[in-house]
């Protein structure tokens, strides 16, 4: 069936640093989107992608949708301790998502 | 302007007995959605139901669970003779009329179910 590959799966950095990980599939999809997860919480919505070659800010974050529309990346620049949690990356054909295995972030103070 | 709400947050449930998952969508939502999320993994679909109608099952497993959005009430997720594999949090995602788009969903705080 149809997967997400995401990397890394953990990251360990200091405050400041710029972040970037990515998702990859064999598979074309209309839609990207970023989710981050908290403990204990439901995934919130930090950028959706629908275009190929789209590159989209929201704050420090900027997400880029593939041009061949296989693939999509998030930077997260200067890094804050609240910027910990897991990041998934998820794609749609139409209503159904799939989601990456998530990158998991931890930011050192 | 409530989001989407879940209950319980959690639920401890005997092998065998019966877990029921409760979600409402947001205000003006008539689609939701239910994913499983095992531990250490990203969100599987399991099911698409507009009020009244399953629209889209094909996540489900196809025994002990089902699900349901009647005309009034919240969505339910039912899992009958739980196993100890059932243990997962479930979110549950609602969208308007017009169906997701492209601008993602909005999902609930989750229930973590817990089979002891």
């Known amino acids: 069936g149809q997967q997400l590959n995401q990397s890394p799966q953990s990251m360990f950095i200091q405050e400041g640093e710029d972040v970037s990980m990515n998702c990859t599939s064999s598979s074309i999809f209309n839609t990207w989107l970023w989710y981050k997860q908290e403990p204990g919480e439901g995934p919130v919505l930090l950028i959706a992608?629908?275009?190929?070659?789209e590159l989209t800010s929201n704050g420090r974050l900027t997400a880029q949708f593939g041009i061949t529309r296989k693939d999509s990346f998030l930077n997260i620049s200067a890094s804050i301790p609240s910027d910990v949690g897991i990041y998934f990356c998820?794609?749609?054909?139409?209503?159904?998502?799939?989601f990456g295995t998530g990158t998991r972030l931890k930011v050192l103070a | 302007n409530a989001g989407v709400m879940q209950n319980p947050r959690h639920l401890v449930r005997r092998r065998g007995q019966e877990a029921r998952l409760r979600c409402s969508p947001m205000k003006g939502h008539s689609h939701v959605y239910w994913y499983r999320q095992l531990p250490e993994e990203g969100l599987k679909f399991m099911v698409y139901?507009?009020?009244?109608?399953?629209?889209?099952e094909s996540g489900m497993p196809k025994e002990r669970f089902s699900a349901e959005f009647p005309k009034e009430g919240p969505s339910i997720l039912r899992i009958q003779q739980v196993v100890r594999g059932d243990s997962a949090a479930y979110f549950c995602?609602?969208?308007?009329?017009?169906?997701?788009?492209?601008?993602?969903?909005?999902f609930g705080s989750g229930t973590r179910l817990t089979v002891v």
């Open positions: 995602a609602s969208s308007p009329p017009t169906g997701v788009g492209g601008y993602g969903y909005t």
């Open positions: 998820a794609a749609s054909g139409t209503y159904k998502y799939i």
């Open positions: 139901l507009q009020k009244e109608n399953i629209i889209d």
């Open positions: 992608l629908y275009k190929a070659g």
